[in-house]
C-alpha cells in the first residue's frame, strides 16, 4: 500500500489548512495517509521533529510519499538527508518550502532565533536529492513568509518540478486555501494511480 505523510509547518496541526481535505481525498483512492502532530509546534526544533518524523514514518520505500508545508518541506528534507545510501522514497511535494529566506516575521527574539536555527543549519540537498525518485515544489506568488528566491534551490539543488500558483498566500486557511487540488494532481501523477 502507497503511504503519504502529511507534515505540518511551524504553529500547525493536522487539522489546519487543507490537509483534511486531502488526506480524505487521498484515503478515498485507497492510500494510507499520517498526519502527526509533531511536538511543541510553536517553537519548532530540528533535533525534535526530525526524529518524530522517523518514528512516524519507519521503513522508508519507493512507496513512500511526502507532502510538506513550510518549515514542515524542510523537516521532510532534514529526514531524507539522514537515510541510508541507495534508501529511496517514491517522492514529495513541498509547499511553500524554504532553505534560503523567510520574511515577514514578527520581531520578537524567540520567533527570529527559531527562523535562524532553521535557515542557518545546513541541509545537503543532493544528498536529499539522492533520496527522491520525484519531487515538485509549489509556491505562491504573493506567500507574504517565502518569496520566489527560494525556487532556485528546489529546482536546481533538488531538481523538484517548480509550480507558482497565483494569490494563495501562504497556502493556509488565513488565505483562503482549506483545498489545494494541485497537490493532489501532482501526488496521483507521481504515484501513477
Not at 70 to 93: D, M, P, W, Y
Not at 94 to 107: M, P, S
Amino acid at each position: 500500500m502507497k503511504r503519504v505523510f502529511i507534515i505540518h509547518g511551524w504553529e500547525g496541526y493536522p487539522e489546519e489548512n487543507w490537509f483534511p481535505w486531502l488526506r480524505s481525498e487521498l484515503e478515498t483512492k485507497g492510500f494510507e495517509v499520517f498526519v502527526p502532530q509533531l511536538p511543541d509546534a510553536e517553537n519548532p526544533r530540528i533535533e525534535k521533529w526530525v526524529p518524530a518524523v522517523a518514528k512516524t514514518v519507519g521503513v522508508v520505500d519507493e512507496g513512500t510519499y511526502f507532502v510538506g508545508h513550510s518549515i514542515g518541506c524542510q523537516t521532510i528534507a532534514r529526514f531524507l538527508e539522514n537515510q541510508s545510501e541507495g534508501v529511496k522514497a517514491g517522492g514529495a511535494i513541498f509547499v511553500a518550502g524554504f532553505f534560503r529566506k523567510i520574511t515577514n516575521l514578527e520581531e520578537d527574539p524567540e520567533t527570529q532565533e527559531t527562523a535562524e536555527h532553521w535557515l542557518n543549519s545546513p541541509v545537503n540537498l543532493s544528498k536529499v536529492k539522492s533520496h527522491l525518485t520525484k519531487s515538485v515544489a509549489i509556491f505562491s506568488d504573493n506567500d507574504e513568509y517565502v518569496s520566489l528566491d527560494n525556487v532556485d534551490d528546489f529546482r536546481d539543488k533538488l531538481g523538484s518540478k517548480i509550480i507558482i500558483q497565483k494569490n494563495k498566500g501562504h497556502f493556509n486557511t488565513k488565505a483562503g486555501v482549506t483545498e489545494l487540488p494541485v497537490v493532489l494532481e501532482e501526488l496521483l501523477k507521481m504515484t501513477k494511480v
